[in-house]
């Protein structure tokens, strides 16, 4: 059946209303980029969990648009696949709303691949997008090839974002810099500002009033240099209590040395050309490596920072398998910024497990779920499941609750954490680690699994369907249990030989409920 055409044109004018109302409600808007004060959270790292997103994505940058906090990555899949862009919107940096193809080649008439690095603006009712398209290398654009930065527009911050040129905004070299890698920020003059640059240069531009053009510099110049000592890549811009923060990577992007550094000015331009850097976030052996590429989630009316990056798994090698984290960043009374802690903390309140692995691998019998926000394991048989982090911490403390589901006396019927752990086998009891179990029958022990010595204790009140808090404290030779009375250690054991090792929960014929999780490096 066919729409009639008058229905059609009631209806056309009914949306064309409601778009001229949305306009003008934004238009009433347009000097805050704010409308909507957004929830103030405040968390020590993403508490649900990082990487906060389930996928392959890198280089976030972040906005704040109705109240409504988004993050706008790079799809991180094989170089011939990055050619669409994803977003995610939170109201809260916890619960994440997937947005997919917002932007993909299929849009933008020039570009065929590398859609990389989304920057996010608002401006007169209108969202924006700038991002960089099919990588272009020095000396390609005089002969032709077309690519570089674009910028697209649309009506909602989700899109259909819709190429505002046809073509590229900086589609060449100047200074050396790669076109691709943008930020864009508006001052508070109003002024809009374009950082960008790859291959070891960045430069900053002013943008028009229409963000689509440039003005020029008081010297006539569009392009200015700003490159600072050992910049690679991925500018960021960010400005607090009057100064202006340049922040960047260095190193290699699939290298373990990609890291983020920063330096201050009092203006937008700098000086940042040839200033060095103070690194705050690189790599740690015992959480994640290539650490880099960051936005700033700045919680309006309040101090607090978040800083988005991507950072690669300990155990994968593929240079795009990056994922997407956040961290708080603190700020010290001078105003330079603390050197970022990656925190490794989940409790299960974003409903997912990502970052999780079940073991033995592919074998998942009866499954590990997230349900009431906790972390449900069942295990049928003796030989246990593990669920695990990909952490390698050696000397930690290492916090969780658990909840038991039933009452056995049996040894072989118990649950609790796991540390240190390396190439879980078919057998989990049989692979090289510690585990720190609890049973019902009133039971704590720490088993070394790779030779099966164990220490035990007994009488003490572990009950099912109550939630205890378990906690190890691996710290050197001594390896120590406590359970709910976080005073004193129910058990001890020589650990001298304990070495680093991914973390995880374990349960061994029964079912139990993990929460809260907290893995954090002592010394
Ligand atoms: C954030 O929480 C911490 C401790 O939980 C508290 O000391 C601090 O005042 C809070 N900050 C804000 C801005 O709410
Ligand atoms: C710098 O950029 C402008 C505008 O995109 C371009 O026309 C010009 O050729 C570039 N300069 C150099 C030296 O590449
Ligand atoms: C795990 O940590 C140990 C000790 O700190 C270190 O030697 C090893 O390289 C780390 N492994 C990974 C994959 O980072
Ligand atoms: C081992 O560590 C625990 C917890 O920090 C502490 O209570 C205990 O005294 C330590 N034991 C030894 C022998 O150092
Ligand atoms: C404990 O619970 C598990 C999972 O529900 C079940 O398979 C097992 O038989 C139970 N064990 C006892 C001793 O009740
Ligand atoms: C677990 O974490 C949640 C959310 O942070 C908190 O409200 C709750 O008190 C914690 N529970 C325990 C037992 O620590």
Known sequence: MRTSSKLKTSLRAALALYAVAMASANATDTTDDYPQQPAIVNYTTSEAGNPFVDGWYADPDTAIYQGVYWVFPTSSYVYDQQTYLDAFSSPDLVHWTKHANILTTKDVTWATKAVWAPAPAFRNGKYFIYFGANDIQEGEPEQGFIGGIGVAVADNPQGPYVDALGKPLIGAYNNSAQPIDQDVFIDDDGQAYIYYGGHGH???????????????????????????????????????????????SEGGWTGPDYQVSYAVADSPLGPFLGVSGTTILQQDSAVAKGSGHNGVIHVPGTDIYYIVYHRRPLSENAGEHRVLCYDRMYFNEDGSIKPIKMLVKDHFTDGDMVGWKVYPEGSEPEGAHVVDNKLEVKSRSKSGTIVALDTNFTDQLYDATVILSNSSNDFGTSAGLVFGVKNVPSVPYKTKGYYAGLSTAGRVFIMNLGDGTSTLVEGVDIKPDIEHHIRVSAIGANISVFVDDLTWPRLTLDGSNHAAGMNGVAVFNMEAKFGNVSIAEAS
């Not at 900053?204 to 690679?232: C, H």
């Not at 960010?238 to 202006?244: D, W």
């Open 202 to 248: 960045a430069n900053v531009a002013k943008l028009k009033e229409d963000m689509i053009s440039f003005d020029t510099f008081e010297d006539g110049t569009t392009f200015k240099e700003i490159t600072p000592r050992d910049y690679a890549e991925g500018p960021q811009i960010l400005k607090r209590n009057g100064k202006y923060y340049l922040m960047w």
